[in-house]
């Protein structure tokens, strides 16, 4: 028993369920037709479900050629297989399925010879939905398939029936926010008795300006938080008019609410009772509110509103600034002196302050700026320089104002605005060096340097931190990539093992989680690196995992690549700020060590092949671009073609070994195969050598992709010219024999073709004395008679003429065009060709022939020399029995796409051991044969597309049994019936 062919529809099963376990969605069904043709050895396999649109017709999901994915289509179910797994829960044609469904005129488009379907059902067992497979061939192994199949349509009718559920709640969640988003007000629920807005629409919070995050923290006392004082103290008043109101009673309400920017907007609220709880008390309403600020404020005075629009800067932490160009004193607003780290008091008013904070560098620059504004009267002031902080750390800050003119159009003050933008700064910052690390990565700089530029980078960005990568080989970290740390943190760390007992950093390798050590003085669980840190001067550890960005999902756990840690000399731990940085820095750090590794492999893959390649010994392999250059050229190459390739490398392939017109063919081939990214089969293909000498190669082509660039042509060559003329000349000994063949089977008929000749030559010396005598006599009167007898010898010589025709055909040297032939007229021919001898031994031979026409494409004299051998054979095998047993059986009927023909005898059958050996050559029952003739039949037979077997009957004899293909074939020509005869 072969366990390996047992196991392989297991296997097959198990390499579908672990191709599409971990997908959803849409790439799930891919994933799934993919797995299913692939695994199943099929051409087609189609997920689909049924139309939301079109009652009557399935959308599919998902369809897959072999390994290519196919365009989603909508098609109409009735007259389709689909229709029967719709009905019958499971439709399975193991052939012929297009004369089934003849309407389906996608079947035979694709050429479907099975089909296999299930439905995809629902938990409600309605069927949402059809996987199926189809084949150009039976389908082998059905019921394991179906097993296969019975188990995928389970997991994708969940996986079908999730998206319907989520694309229902969606549509109606969809429809819910649409009608809330078209009401012309703010809309809200609001809980009285728990003091927090339950729920409200887009325009309540874009009224407010509010994200959702800081509405979930103003909602724990949304009240308090919102409201003004003036209208907080009225609350408890408000909240009583809802102990006695009535269900559906509308409750009018104005007050102020805080909105982002500081200041409070009026609103109109318009409210009615949402739910009340078990006793009664109303606890939450619904209602609207409108924005009447305008309205209120426009009784306001100017003074509020430049309060107002006071306290909006300030919201923003937008400092203000005026300098008096007249008396140099400047104001500076409270959120000016905070951006500096300073208190109100803690600055005067006037201009040294501001100069004397400025960057030394950038003093110059910044005094310049000011000084072509107010000469240039400028109304869009604009510089950007650091300014000291009050911990000293430098701050960028981006200025921007307006010139203000006197009544004597002179310039009197400069007014503008003053922003922080430190963050910004070092937000562009970290984004250029990402790109530049990007960027080095994917041009193929060393992964060092990459990584030594993304150490700095982190470095810049965590003040007073000391960055390494540790690569890790083997499961050993390796150190050098950070050279800031001191010589014997490398000591002892490189190559120790990427274990938990080792390090921090050996436990983020080993764990694949971060670990924090704020303090590695104090810490127990390294004591090694207890005792050492001190002696270096490393007070805290941070290590993040860098795990491979293309295993970070499914593959638990995680590969880690490197470990990502850095250092301080205080005792330190991240903030979230640091901690984006860090996600940063290890995702590009994965991206970038990945990335190498995928280069690495890729050339020792490339070096591999071309070593392979290079020391093929009897195939010849050039590799070569689009437009010919030869780039490869292996010592096959050098033996078969003899250029060397130091020689022929850089020049053109067509030019070198093809001649025209097949230096065109090539051209084509080339370019289909660039446009169509497929390549014709192997094919014989006649080159040019050196010296002009042709040869016959057998060529086989593929194409490999190459990233960023068309791809690269490869050729295999086989030299098949001594193949091919050893195969000229056998088909000449063949053409040979099967003529030594014929010629001795009309040794045979010889006497029997003499006798049949005899007849009508005697009939015409007969007929011819007759009229030599009727025309001596002189009697007018028999010219009727002798008119009768002058027909007769023409009829005779007609006879003898077909008898020697015959003859002369069967008997040519070369066998004839291979035609479209009607298979009983050849079997008639032959018959009539040995009729005559076997009638004068006495053998009846009895046709039972096919009513249709059975059309072949055949070599019609090699057929016939089938048959005059095989009823030869048989009236070998009867000739010395009784009268009554000397009868042949000649039948011929179609089974379906093939044409059969038995000769049938009453002889002594076959043994067990002549059948076995029957057909092999020089193997003879007979004391005069020479054992060809079975031998030779086969192999015309075989030529033909057919088959000949030969069996024992029960009731004694034997029978021999040709089959031939009954399709016509375009490229012969249909002889026509009455031309058969001749």
């Given amino acids: 028993m072969d366990l390996n062919v047992e196991s392989r529809p297991a296997d097959a099963f198990r390499r579908v369920c672990e191709e599409i376990a971990p997908m959803t969605g849409d790439d799930f069904f891919q994933t799934l037709v993919q797995a299913l043709c692939r695994n199943c050895d099929v051409d087609w396999a189609v997920v689909s479900e049924l139309s939301r649109h079109i009652p009557g017709n399935a959308d599919t999901l998902a369809i897959c050629h072999r390994d290519e994915f196919i365009a989603n289509l909508t098609y109409e179910l009735a007259g389709t297989p689909c229709a029967n797994v719709m009905h019958e829960s499971f439709c399975h044609f193991v052939q012929g399925v297009q004369g089934e469904f003849p309407e389906d005129a996608q079947l035979a488009k694709m050429g479907i010879e099975s089909y296999m379907g299930m439905p995809l059902l629902a938990r409600d067992s309605t069927t949402i939905g059809i996987v199926s497979i189809m084949h150009s061939a039976v389908m082998d192994d059905p019921e394991q398939i179906r097993s296969i199949l019975a188990i995928v349509a389970a997991r994708a009718a969940a996986e079908l029936e999730r998206q319907h559920t989520e694309r229902a709640l969606r549509e109606q969640q969809h429809l819910t926010q649409a009608i809330v988003d078209t009401l012309p007000h703010c809309m809200y629920i609001f809980d009285i008795i728990h003091g927090k807005t339950v729920w409200s629409n887009w325009k309540a919070k874009q009224a407010l300006g509010y994200s959702d995050a800081e509405l979930a923290i103003i909602e724990e006392n949304v009240q308090a938080s919102l409201m003004h004082p003036e209208d907080y103290e009225r609350l408890p008043e408000m909240l009583a008019r809802w102990n006695t109101v009535r269900d ?109 904070r400025v960057h030394p560098d950038d003093l110059p620059y910044a005094l310049a700026q000011i000084e072509l504004a107010v000469e240039n009267r400028a109304t869009d002031y604009r510089s950007e320089f650091r300014m000291r902080h009050k911990n000293g750390t430098w701050r ?75 690569l890790i080989e083997n499961e050993t970290m390796r150190t050098g990539i950070g050279q800031r740390l001191p010589p014997d943190f490398h000591v002892a760390f490189d190559r120790s093992p990427a274990k938990q007992t080792t390090c921090p950093c050996g436990t983020a390798a080993e764990t694949t989680q971060p670990v924090i050590v704020p303090d590695l003085w104090q810490q127990t669980r390294w004591p090694s690196i207890a005792e050492l840190a001190p002696s270096i001067e490393l007070r805290s550890c941070w290590a993040f995992p860098v795990v491979a960005p293309s295993g970070q999902e499914g593959q638990t756990p995680p590969q880690v690549l490197a470990i990502f840690s850095i250092y301080h000399r205080v005792v330190a731990s991240p903030t979230e700020d640091d901690l984006r940085v860090i996600s940063s820095a290890t995702a590009l750090a ?123 042509f490869y050729c295999f060559d086989v030299d098949v010219t001594d193949r091919k003329k050893a195969e000229e000349q056998l088909a000449a000994r063949q053409a040979e024999l099967l003529h030594a063949a014929r010629l001795s089977t009309v040794g045979e ?32 009167d028999q010219l009727e ?50 009729g005559n001898e ?112 030969a069996e024992t009957l029960v009731e004694g004899g034997a029978c021999f049994r040709v089959t031939l293909p009954r399709k016509m074939e375009s490229n012969h020509d249909t002889v026509p019936l009455d031309l058969c005869r001749r």
Wanted: charge should be negative; include cysteine.
């Fill in 248 to 356: 559906g009673e509308v409750l009018e309400t104005r007050l102020r609410q805080r909105h982002r920017d500081g200041t409070y907007r009026w609103f109109a609220c318009h409210d009615t009772v949402f739910l009340r709880n078990p006793e009664g008390r109303v606890q939450q309403l619904i209602g609207t509110m409108q924005d009447i600020t305008e309205q209120m404020q426009a009784l306001e005075s100017l003074a509020a509103s430049q309060q107002r629009q006071r306290l909006i800067l300030d919201s923003a932490n937008v400092g203000t600034w005026e300098w008096d160009l007249r008396t140099n004193d400047v104001s500076l607003s409270a959120v000016w002196k905070q951006q500096l780290g300073y208190e109100d008091h803690e600055i005067s008013g006037r201009y040294h302050e501001w100069e004397s």
């Fill in 749 to 780: 008929m010889i006497a029997a073709i003499s006798h049949e000749v005899a007849q009508p030559l005697s009939a015409i010396g007969n007929f011819a004395a007759a009229c030599m005598a009727t025309l001596k006599s002189g009697d007018k």
């Fill in 396 to 470: 960028y800050i981006f200025s921007r104002g307006t010139v203000e003119n006197g009544v004597d159009d002179k310039p009197i003050s400069l007014i503008g605005v003053h922003l922080d933008v430190t963050d910004r700064y070092y937000a562009d910052q970290a984004l250029r060096l990402q790109n530049r690390v990007l960027d080095r990565a994917f041009a193929g700089e060393p992964l060092r340097d990459v990584l030594e530029d993304l150490t700095l980078f982190v470095e810049r960005q965590i003040a007073g931190s000391v960055c390494i990568v540790l």
């Fill in 590 to 712: 994965g991206l970038a060590i990945e990335r190498e590794q995928a280069s690495q492999e890729r050339r020792e893959a490339e070096t591999r092949l071309r070593s392979l390649l290079e020391n093929l010994e009897n195939v010849a392999v050039q590799a070569y671009e689009p437009d010919g250059t030869i780039t490869f050229w292996n010592r096959a190459s050098e033996r078969l073609y003899g250029h060397a390739a130091s020689d022929i490398i850089g020049q053109n392939l067509l030019e070198k070994l093809h001649e025209e017109p097949g230096r065109t063919i090539e051209r084509k081939l080339m370019d289909e195969a660039l446009r169509s990214n497929t390549l014709p089969p192997a094919a014989e293909v006649e080159v040019v050598g050196p010296g002009g000498e042709r040869r016959v190669v057998l060529a086989s082509r593929v194409l490999h992709p190459r990233s960023g660039q068309p791809p690269e």
């Fill in 838 to 949: 076997f009638r004068g031994l006495g053998i009846r031979i009895e046709l039972n022939l096919s009513p249709e026409h059975l059309m072949v494409a055949c070599d019609r004299i090699q057929i016939e020399q089938v048959i005059v051998n095989l009823l030869i054979n048989a009236r070998d095998a009867i000739r010395e029995l009784p009268v009554d047993r000397k009868l042949i059986r000649v039948a011929s009927r179609a089974v379906q796409q093939e044409c059969v023909i038995e000769i049938t005898d009453r002889g002594p059958g076959l043994t067990t051991a002549s059948q076995a050996r029957l057909f092999e050559p020089f193997f003879t029952t007979k004391s005069s044969g020479m054992g060809l003739g079975l031998s030779l039949s086969r192999t015309m037979i075989q030529d033909h597309g057919g088959r000949i077997t």
């Fill in 785 to 834: 008679r002798l008119t009768e007898y002058v027909e007769q010898i023409q009829l005779q010589d007609r006879r003898c003429g077909d008898i020697l025709h015959r003859l002369r055909d069967f008997c040519r040297r070369q066998s004839g065009p291979r035609s479209q032939w009607d298979l009983n007229q050849i079997l008639e021919f032959a018959v009539e060709l040995v």
